[in-house]
C-alpha cells in the first residue's frame, strides 16, 4: 500500500512561486513514476508533470512547461513540484499521484492541496 500526502500549498499572488511537496510511504517509492495533476472547479483533472523513476525524465503539460519543475528525493521518499510565475488560471486543487506498477497508470492518489492565484 502507498500513501502519498501533498503540502506546500496556499494563495500567491499572479507572478509569484510556491513549492509542492508530497511524501510518500513504502519501501519502493524510487522504483515508482511520480506524476503531478490539477483539478480547477468546474474543469475535469488535468496532468501537469511527471518524472520517471529509472532515469529521471520529466514531462510536461504545455500549460506549465518552463514555469513548472517537477523532482524528486528518494532518499526523502518525496517529490516536488516548483511552480513559478504562476498566473490565476494555475489556481487549483494539486495532487500527486503514483504509477507503482510502471505501467502508465496511476494507482496511487493523494488527498490534494489547494493552490489559489490572485490577480
Known amino acids: 500500500q502507498v500513501q502519498l500526502v501533498e503540502s506546500g500549498g496556499g494563495l500567491v499572488q499572479a507572478g509569484g512561486s510556491l513549492r509542492l511537496s508530497c511524501a510518500a510511504s513504502g519501501r519502493t517509492f524510487s522504483s515508482y513514476n511520480m506524476g503531478w495533476f490539477r483539478q480547477a472547479p468546474g474543469k475535469e483533472r488535468e496532468f501537469a508533470a511527471a518524472?520517471?523513476?529509472?532515469?529521471?525524465?520529466?514531462f510536461y503539460d504545455d500549460s506549465v512547461k518552463g514555469r513548472f519543475t517537477v523532482s524528486r528525493d528518494n532518499a526523502k521518499n518525496t517529490v516536488y513540484l516548483e511552480m513559478n510565475s504562476l498566473k490565476p488560471e494555475d489556481t487549483a486543487v494539486y495532487y500527486c499521484a503514483a504509477d507503482s506498477q510502471g505501467a502508465g497508470e496511476y494507482d496511487y492518489w493523494g488527498q490534494g492541496t489547494q493552490v489559489t492565484v490572485s490577480s
Open positions: 518524472i520517471i523513476w529509472s532515469d529521471a525524465r520529466t
